[in-house]
């Protein structure tokens, strides 16, 4: 198993939309899946090229009722290739026979490579080797290149090359009911002596989309001109045709340069006119690989984890990074967009941004800080809309909604396709408020990890302010037990959608919102009384509209937030849950292969999980995750209840067994917690189940609609707290590594507050080095604290600490 690479030896048309996902390339403003040139969309294959916050809103007639969905725009395929020898057909798989096929992605390199060897009919053999790069140096650039070698013949070669913009989004099964025609055609035609382009327009968020491309031809090493002839098809598709007269084992090279860029890019005024010019830049493929290969290397000089000892673990770590960087770059800052739950690779839940955040943003605060501040921008320039929400449900602040694209408006689904049953059913999922505590969560750990106080004065302290306006306009006091409750939520769960016996959706005094908006008011005043001088704590609290007597009632909250436990101290998920009825798991596994997805399995049933004590993915474990037990045993205690290490293993035991798993976080959360408690097999367990889910596409039929951004980005941040031990505190980074014997090693490098560590890990050492990120300050760091396996080191900037484990 390489550890770089992630290789195919053979076509295989069942696993080909995976590996498209898999192979995607992107660079943060657009991606494209790894899908072979010489196709269109079918049942195989799925070409799609999706730009970061391009959307676009259709009505759909579903079941008596008109709903609106704002999707992931699928943009014109630049990757239109192919070629046919002499007056035979059109390169077509399936009429010819493969005599071998190998498809590489080049993690190291961010290139997808594929070599091909085919024979036609008349026994003509022909070798077709293709390199793809979208550019980590000029996001706004790609390009392929296709080396032809006839091996035994000589003849004519016609090839074909353009860009088809007559492309729908129909890359999700359960959405092929919706309308799904985006693009209307705007202009087409040519440019300079090799150069075509295509613009399209979306017909109802009114983005224009231009794509450019410009066409290179080499015999050997050497540059040659030939006649290009234009084919348009209506206003839908431009191609270039060309015929190359080639020699038996003779190489011809074809480079296709493609520009694209969009009316809603920030400083174009013409995106038609800079999608021509920047194609017309670049000189050759060679021109854009170089700056792109160099800029992965100085990506992965900050963001590679070394693993020695387990082949799998390494690649799949690496592979998860890779995903991530290449749905948001450093170039997000100059991009209005947020971070998809399911990357740049698909348009599995329409390319939505969801808390899914809350996984990835560790990650990128360690490496990049400054890609999670571009992501949390995203959320603050939608504050407006996300007040508007809560206005319209009666509440204060800003309520940010469970699904969000380009406005910062709900656009969750009113109602969902079960794809067991074939029917459509109401869809409370908009009631997972949680979200904008994941929110306030971000904006916090993002600005103790980076020290970036001009982001928080500026930004951040008025999104958090805002979201604990709303929670505590949300809670209610009980006057009966003179506790508060907070009524109508559906928790990180997902399966219970409403109390049995209650109309409408949603639940009361979900435990983990509960606690989780006790520790969004304490951090907000925290703020406000301690980080803040009067004159600006004023102006803030003017501009927000919060009062003296807001922050007296935030300041009640946090000592009387019901919590609701029972005598043998489980933590109930929410009130009436203990009154539900329990599964018998064992009956169901017995009737079905996988029950990760027991909702859909009791729906199509005629039942419903709001009946049954089961849970989609970690609830109340979700507090042992995003909190540490000092900042839990302090909730508790201010609240009155009782919590320890003995209370969280006893709700481990409980909820555990209760859990279907059926989303990919719920193993990176149980896989922390299991750890935490000293579960050690079933924290590895999870930790390469967590990392199979992906990759093996283990939920079936899920990740080849688009990766899972949540899950990537919690396996990493998960392996670095869990296995190497670090947990970052509000003053210092600790390194308790606690990793299987199996591991050889460990190599990482994480920034924090402006100070890089380098952290070497073997069974019988530690050794970090810290040096200050590089800045025009004159002020010196002197001796850099740590925490190593509980005690504290003094280190030296610049010089290498060891500590013998």
Same mark, same amino acid.
């Given at each position: 198993?390489?550890?770089?690479?992630?290789?195919?030896?053979?076509?295989?048309?069942?696993?080909?939309?995976?590996?498209?996902?898999?192979?995607?390339?992107?660079?943060?403003? @657009?991606?494209?899946?790894?899908?072979?040139?010489? !196709?269109?969309?079918?049942?195989?294959?799925?070409?799609?090229?999706?730009?970061?916050?391009?959307?676009?809103?259709?009505?759909?007639?579903?079941?008596?009722?008109?709903?609106?969905?704002?999707?992931?725009?699928?943009?014109?395929?630049?990757?239109?290739?192919?070629?046919?020898?002499?007056?035979?057909?059109?390169?077509?798989?399936?009429?010819?026979?493969?005599?071998?096929?190998?498809?590489?992605?080049?993690?190291?390199?961010?290139?997808?490579?594929?070599?091909?060897?085919?024979?036609?009919?008349?026994?003509?053999?022909?070798?077709?080797?293709?390199?793809?790069?979208?550019?980590?140096?000029?996001?706004?650039?790609?390009?392929?290149?296709?080396?032809?070698?006839?091996?035994?013949?000589?003849?004519?070669? !016609?090839?074909?090359?353009?860009?088809?913009?007559?492309?729908?989004?129909?890359?999700?099964?359960?959405?092929?009911?919706?309308?799904?025609?985006?693009?209307?055609?705007?202009?087409?035609?040519?440019?300079?002596?090799?150069?075509?382009?295509?613009?399209?327009?979306?017909?109802?968020?009114?983005?224009?989309? !231009?794509?450019?491309?410009?066409?290179?031809? @080499?015999?050997?090493?050497?540059?040659?001109?030939?006649?290009?002839?234009?084919?348009?098809?209506?206003?839908?598709?431009?191609?270039?045709?060309?015929?190359?007269?080639?020699?038996?084992?003779?190489?011809?090279?074809?480079?296709?340069?493609?520009?694209?860029?969009?009316?809603?890019?920030?400083?174009?005024?013409?995106?038609?006119?800079?999608?021509?010019?920047?194609?017309?830049?670049?000189?050759? @493929?060679?021109?854009?690989?170089?700056?792109?290969?160099?800029?992965?290397?100085?990506?992965?000089?900050?963001?590679?984890?070394?693993?020695?000892?387990?082949?799998?673990?390494?690649?799949?770590?690496?592979?998860?990074?890779?995903?991530?960087?290449?749905?948001?770059?450093?170039?997000?800052?100059?991009?209005?967009?947020?971070?998809?739950?399911? $990357?740049?690779?698909?348009?599995? /839940?329409?390319?939505?941004?969801?808390?899914?955040?809350?996984?990835?943003?560790?990650?990128?605060?360690?490496?990049?800080?400054?890609?999670?501040?571009?992501?949390?921008?995203?959320?603050?320039? +939608?504050?407006?809309?996300?007040?508007?929400?809560?206005?319209?449900?009666?509440?204060?602040?800003?309520?940010?909604?469970?699904?969000?694209?380009?406005?910062?408006?709900?656009?969750?689904?009113?109602?969902?396709?079960?794809?067991?049953?074939?029917?459509?059913?109401?869809?409370?999922?908009?009631?997972?408020?949680?979200?904008?505590?994941?929110?306030?969560?971000?904006?916090?750990?993002?600005?103790?990890?980076?020290?970036? +106080? $001009?982001?928080?004065?500026?930004?951040?302290?008025?999104?958090?302010?805002?979201?604990?306006?709303?929670?505590?306009?949300?809670?209610?006091?009980?006057?009966?037990?003179?506790?508060?409750?907070?009524?109508?939520?559906?928790?990180?769960?997902?399966?219970?959608?409403?109390?049995?016996?209650?109309?409408?959706?949603?639940?009361?005094?979900?435990?983990?919102?509960?606690?989780?908006?006790?520790?969004?008011?304490?951090?907000?005043?925290?703020?406000?009384?301690?980080?803040?001088?009067?004159?600006?704590?004023?102006?803030?609290?003017?501009?927000?509209?919060?009062?003296?007597? %807001?922050?007296?009632?935030?300041?009640?909250?946090?000592?009387?937030?019901?919590?609701?436990?029972?005598?043998?101290?489980?933590?109930?998920?929410?009130?009436?849950?203990? %009154?539900?009825?329990?599964?018998?798991?064992?009956?169901?596994?017995?009737?079905?292969?996988?029950?990760?997805?027991?909702?859909?399995?009791?729906?199509?049933?005629?039942?419903?999980?709001?009946?049954?004590?089961?849970?989609?993915?970690?609830?109340?474990?979700?507090?042992?995750?995003?909190?540490?037990?000092?900042?839990?045993?302090?909730?508790?205690? +201010?609240?009155?209840?009782?919590?320890?290490?003995?209370?969280?293993?006893?709700?481990?035991?409980?909820?555990?067994?209760?859990?279907?798993?059926?989303?990919?976080?719920?193993?990176?959360?149980?896989?922390?917690?299991?750890?935490?408690?000293?579960?050690?097999?079933?924290?590895?367990?999870?930790?390469?189940?967590?990392?199979?889910?992906?990759? /093996?596409? !283990?939920?079936?039929?899920?990740?080849?609609?688009?990766?899972?951004?949540?899950?990537?980005?919690?396996?990493?941040?998960?392996?670095?707290?869990?296995?190497?031990?670090?947990?970052?505190?509000?003053?210092?980074?600790?390194?308790?590594?606690?990793?299987?014997?199996?591991?050889?090693?460990?190599?990482?490098?994480? +920034?924090?507050?402006?100070?890089?560590?380098?952290?070497?890990?073997?069974?019988?050492?530690?050794?970090?080095?810290?040096?200050?990120?590089?800045?025009?300050?004159?002020?010196?760091?002197?001796?850099?604290?740590?925490?190593?396996?509980?005690?504290?080191?003094?280190?030296?900037?610049?010089?290498?600490?060891?500590?013998?484990?």
């Amino acid at each position: 198993m390489n550890r770089w690479k992630l290789s195919y030896d053979k076509f295989d048309p069942e696993e080909e939309s995976l590996r498209e996902a898999l192979c995607t390339l992107g660079n943060g403003y @657009f991606g494209t899946r790894g899908a072979s040139p010489e !196709t269109s969309a079918s049942k195989v294959h799925y070409p799609g090229t999706y730009i970061a916050g391009v959307y676009n809103t259709l009505p759909t007639e579903v079941s008596g009722k008109t709903i609106y969905n704002e999707d992931f725009v699928n943009c014109p395929n630049w990757l239109l290739f192919n070629y046919r020898i002499d007056d035979g057909p059109w390169f077509n798989r399936l009429k010819v026979k493969i005599l071998s096929w190998k498809m590489v992605l080049n993690m190291r390199k961010g290139m997808l490579s594929r070599r091909l060897r085919w024979q036609d009919q008349e026994g003509r053999i022909t070798l077709v080797e293709n390199h793809r790069i979208v550019s980590m140096a000029h996001p706004h650039c790609g390009a392929m290149t296709f080396s032809i070698t006839p091996e035994n013949y000589s003849g004519t070669i !016609t090839i074909r090359s353009g860009i088809d913009g007559s492309v729908i989004n129909a890359g999700v099964e359960r959405y092929k009911q919706l309308n799904s025609k985006h693009l209307e055609p705007v202009s087409l035609g040519e440019f300079g002596e090799d150069g075509i382009f295509l613009q399209k327009i979306t017909n109802q968020s009114k983005i224009q989309i !231009t794509e450019a491309m410009r066409t290179l031809i @080499f015999k050997g090493d050497e540059k040659i001109k030939t006649k290009l002839n234009v084919i348009s098809h209506g206003r839908q598709k431009i191609v270039q045709e060309f015929s190359l007269k080639v020699k038996k084992g003779q190489k011809h090279t074809v480079e296709k340069l493609v520009s694209i860029y969009t009316s809603r890019d920030h400083g174009v005024a013409d995106d038609c006119a800079m999608a021509k010019d920047a194609v017309s830049l670049i000189e050759n @493929f060679d021109s854009l690989y170089q700056p792109h290969k160099a800029k992965w290397k100085a990506l992965w000089k900050r963001f590679d984890i070394e693993l020695k000892g387990d082949d799998f673990v390494q690649q799949v770590l690496r592979l998860h990074a890779f995903h991530l960087l290449q749905t948001a770059s450093t170039y997000n800052e100059d991009i209005d967009a947020g971070m998809p739950a399911r $990357g740049l690779h698909g348009e599995a /839940y329409r390319g939505h941004i969801f808390w899914d955040e809350i996984y990835v943003f560790p990650f990128f605060n360690l490496h990049a800080p400054e890609i999670t501040r571009a992501l949390l921008m995203y959320r603050y320039r +939608r504050l407006g809309a996300a007040k508007e929400y809560a206005q319209q449900n009666g509440y204060c602040g800003a309520m940010y909604p469970w699904q969000s694209a380009s406005t910062g408006s709900e656009t969750t689904q009113i109602i969902h396709l079960n794809p067991m049953s074939g029917k459509w059913g109401d869809d409370y999922s908009c009631l997972q408020r949680h979200v904008s505590i994941a929110i306030a969560y971000n904006v916090w750990t993002y600005y103790y990890t980076s020290n970036d +106080r $001009g982001f928080l004065d500026r930004y951040g302290a008025e999104m958090m302010l805002e979201i604990a306006q709303f929670w505590s306009s949300a809670a209610k006091l009980n006057k009966k037990t003179g506790r508060y409750e907070i009524a109508k939520v559906m928790g990180p769960d997902e399966y219970h959608e409403h109390t049995p016996g209650q109309t409408g959706g949603g639940l009361n005094n979900n435990a983990y919102t509960n606690v989780m908006v006790c520790w969004v008011l304490e951090k907000a005043l925290f703020i406000v009384d301690n980080l803040m001088i009067e004159e600006e704590r004023n102006a803030l609290l003017l501009k927000i509209g919060v009062r003296e007597g %807001d922050l007296s009632l935030w300041r009640d909250i946090i000592t009387k937030m019901t919590v609701i436990m029972d005598k043998n101290d489980i933590i109930h998920q929410f009130e009436g849950y203990m %009154d539900l009825k329990e599964l018998d798991w064992d009956e169901y596994k017995r009737k079905y292969e996988n029950i990760s997805r027991m909702d859909r399995i009791l729906k199509a049933e005629g039942d419903t999980p709001d009946h049954y004590k089961l849970a989609k993915q970690a609830d109340v474990l979700m507090l042992f995750y995003v909190l540490n037990y000092k900042e839990l045993s302090e909730i508790f205690k +201010r609240l009155g209840y009782p919590f320890s290490k003995s209370i969280m293993k006893k709700n481990f035991e409980y909820y555990y067994c209760r859990t279907s798993h059926g989303s990919t976080l719920s193993m990176v959360v149980h896989a922390y917690v299991a750890e935490l408690l000293g579960y050690k097999d079933l924290s590895k367990d999870f930790l390469v189940a967590a990392l199979e889910s992906d990759i /093996y596409d !283990t939920q079936g039929g899920t990740t080849q609609e688009g990766i899972h951004s949540g899950v990537m980005g919690g396996t990493l941040d998960l392996f670095l707290r869990t296995f190497a031990g670090l947990e970052i505190s509000e003053d210092r980074i600790c390194l308790n590594p606690n990793f299987p014997k199996e591991w050889k090693s460990i190599k990482f490098s994480v +920034r924090y507050k402006n100070i890089w560590f380098s952290v070497s890990l073997t069974h019988k050492n530690l050794t970090v080095l810290a040096q200050p990120v590089r800045t025009a300050s004159l002020q010196k760091t002197t001796e850099i604290l740590i925490e190593i396996n509980k005690e504290a080191h003094k280190i030296l900037p610049g010089k290498t600490h060891t500590v013998a484990l």
